[in-house]
């Protein structure tokens, strides 16, 4: 079973198993970049303003802490998997960020008009 990112359940980590894998042990399923960047930018869309406001604050969380577990990935040989995986964390969260304000900037402002009196 490899972990993989799963884009589409909004930054979380997934087990995923695949057909291939099961012949294959001990290599994981890769999704191409083409297919994380469109899966990221559907739910983007997908998602009212409120709540790509709220996931772009929450993914900026995970974000941090993909690069915490980035700097505490042991170097060396017997690290590799660990650096790896780290640094494909790093590079998926940092994607969706910048995916989410990207589409964040498509919408319209939200206006509030601000009402004063004045007895001159």
């Known amino acids: 079973m ?5 884009a589409s359940s909004r930054l979380t980590l997934k087990r ?3 057909h291939q894998e099961s012949r294959e042990k001990g290599r994981p399923r ?3 970049l083409g297919q994380i960047i469109r899966a990221i930018q559907h739910d983007a869309a997908a998602l009212p ?4 406001r709220d996931e772009i604050e929450i993914s900026l969380g995970v974000l941090d802490a993909t690069i915490s577990q980035f700097h505490r990935a042991r170097p ?6 660990e650096r790896i ?6 590079m998926i969260a940092t994607l969706t960020v910048a995916l989410y304000v990207k589409e ?12 004063t009196a004045s007895l001159n």
């Open 30 to 32: 890769v999704s191409s």
């Open 2 to 6: 490899g972990v993989t990112w799963g």
């Open 104 to 115: 964040l900037t498509t919408r319209p402002a939200d206006v509030t008009p601000i009402v």
């Open 85 to 90: 995986t780290a640094t494909g964390n790093v």
């Open 49 to 52: 303003t409120g709540e790509l």
């Open 16 to 18: 995923q198993k695949t």
């Open 76 to 81: 060396g040989i017997r690290g590799v998997d």
